[in-house]
């Protein structure tokens, strides 16, 4: 098939998935149109993964700044356990506090890993159905 044979086919089944020209007269044109139609429904769906990743990356970047802040917290807060202790003050709930805070932020670190695995992998599949569906519209 030349070039101009395949923009024409390529054409025609765009106007088809958008919604303009005549209806599939053969079955070959309807499984065509339907292939396209699957087509732009997985890359549509890879775009949002894409975003997805993308908030997932500045959250993970976000929880890291907290972390950043909250470790250097550790010295200063040592330093106050110390003093209130050899003043003979109690400083049990910072210390609590401070510990509650890191194991909240491990839990949300070990999230949005398990959410950009997920992502990562559901692009994968996507990627893969979409090459699976080129090569059946390359048969056509």
């Known amino acids: 098939m030349d070039q101009d044979q395949q923009h024409s086919q390529h054409q025609h089944t765009l106007q088809l998935v958008i ?5 599939p007269r053969t079955p070959r044109e309807h499984r065509r149109a339907m ?3 699957e087509r732009m429904k997985l890359e549509f769906n890879v775009q949002g993964l894409f975003v997805r990743a993308a908030i997932l990356v500045q959250a993970w970047q976000s929880l890291h700044g907290s972390k950043a802040a909250l470790e250097h917290e550790v010295p200063q807060m ?11 003050i109690p400083q049990l709930s910072s210390a609590w506090q401070h510990s509650n ?15 950009m695995l997920r ?11 979409i090459t699976v569906l080129e090569f059946e519209l390359a048969l056509l």
């Open 19 to 23: 919604g303009q020209g005549s209806p």
């Open 101 to 115: 805070e890191q194991d909240g932020i491990a839990q949300e670190e070990l999230r949005i890993q398990h959410d």
């Open 78 to 88: 040592a330093s106050r356990i110390v003093l209130a202790g050899l003043a003979g």
């Open 119 to 129: 992502c990562s992998v559901d692009i994968a599949v996507l990627q893969a159905q």
């Open 35 to 37: 292939l396209w139609r």
